[in-house]
């Protein structure tokens, strides 16, 4: 079956360590996303990518980093210079049409301790 | 630029009762709009969709959505409320970029009770 796959689904992370978190899709799509989820918040985007070795920063970028090096896989590293990393992250891939819906993973739900 | 505003954090309804929750947008361009629905510790999955037509859109478990222009509004909507509707509901709008891109903004959410 077709779809994203996310992992690990928790992750605890000391103060002051880099954690990456890994986002894998088989549906061929050319981008990808990266959202933070926070209670009342609503979903933030942190990256996107539109096509292989190219991505852009999106609303809170601040604290994270990327790659695209495959069409497939699309990871989230966060670093110490994130102040409040403790969050739910979703991936999701979508086309480059518009009118396309976005498809998730189950999300990463990430505690500093 | 675009944006969603989803009236109400929390929403709570009677089994049995109709589900409301509201959704407007703006948009400088013609929108593309979503509903989508999140359980607990799960990612999102798409309800329903409108893109260019029929305004009314009809969606999964019984969701449907109408999409109103002069309004601005893109309200989700089902008849009679069942327990498996608890759950967190997101309008999302998404418009398209020269260069063939999307961006895809996000509401802040709805989290619909339903009350035995």
Same mark, same amino acid.
């Given at each position: 079956?077709?779809? $994203? %796959?996310?992992?690990?689904?928790?992750?605890?992370?000391?103060?002051? +360590?880099?954690?990456? @978190?890994?986002?894998? /899709?088989? @549906?061929?799509?050319?981008?990808?996303?990266?959202?933070? /989820?926070?209670?009342? +918040?609503? #979903?933030? #985007?942190?990256?996107?990518?539109? $096509?292989?070795?190219?991505? +852009?920063?999106?609303? $809170?970028? *601040?604290?994270?980093?990327?790659?695209? *090096?495959?069409? *497939?896989?699309?990871?989230?590293?966060? %670093?110490?210079? /994130?102040?409040?990393?403790?969050?739910?992250? @979703?991936?999701?891939?979508?086309?480059?049409?518009?009118?396309?819906?976005?498809?998730?993973? +189950?999300? %990463?739900? #990430?505690?500093?301790? | 630029?675009?944006?969603?505003?989803?009236?109400?954090?929390?929403?709570?309804?009677?089994?049995?009762?109709?589900?409301? =929750?509201?959704?407007?947008?703006?948009?400088?361009?013609?929108?593309?709009?979503?509903?989508?629905?999140?359980?607990?510790?799960?990612?999102?999955?798409?309800?329903?969709?409108?893109?260019?037509?029929?305004? =009314?859109?009809?969606?999964?478990?019984?969701?449907?959505?109408?999409?109103?222009?002069?309004?601005?509004?893109?309200?989700?909507?089902?008849?009679? &409320?069942?327990?498996?509707? &608890?759950?967190?509901?997101?309008?999302?709008?998404?418009?398209?970029?020269?260069?063939?891109?999307?961006?895809?903004?996000?509401?802040?959410?709805?989290?619909?009770?339903?009350?035995?």
């Amino acid at each position: 079956d077709g779809g $994203i %796959t996310q992992s690990p689904k928790y992750l605890f992370r000391k103060e002051g +360590q880099n954690v990456t @978190l890994s986002c894998e /899709q088989n @549906l061929n799509h050319d981008a990808m996303y990266w959202y933070r /989820q926070d209670p009342g +918040q609503g #979903l933030r #985007l942190i990256y996107y990518s539109q $096509i292989v070795n190219d991505f +852009q920063k999106g609303d $809170i970028a *601040e604290g994270y980093s990327v790659s695209r *090096e495959k069409k *497939e896989s699309f990871p989230l590293t966060v %670093t110490s210079a /994130q102040k409040n990393p403790t969050a739910f992250y @979703l991936c999701a891939s979508s086309t480059r049409a518009p009118n396309t819906e976005a498809f998730f993973g +189950q999300g %990463t739900r #990430l505690t500093v301790v | 630029a675009q944006s969603v505003t989803q009236l109400g954090s929390h929403v709570s309804v009677s089994e049995g009762a109709l589900v409301l =929750l509201r959704c407007n947008y703006s948009s400088s361009v013609p929108p593309y709009l979503f509903w989508y629905v999140q359980y607990p510790n799960q990612g999102l999955q798409l309800l329903l969709k409108y893109t260019t037509g029929a305004t =009314l859109v009809k969606g999964i478990n019984g969701f449907e959505a109408e999409f109103k222009k002069s309004e601005t509004s893109f309200h989700l909507t089902k008849p009679s &409320a069942h327990m498996s509707d &608890a759950a967190e509901y997101f309008c999302a709008v998404s418009v398209g970029f020269s260069g063939g891109y999307q961006k895809v903004t996000f509401g802040t959410g709805t989290k619909l009770q339903v009350i035995p």
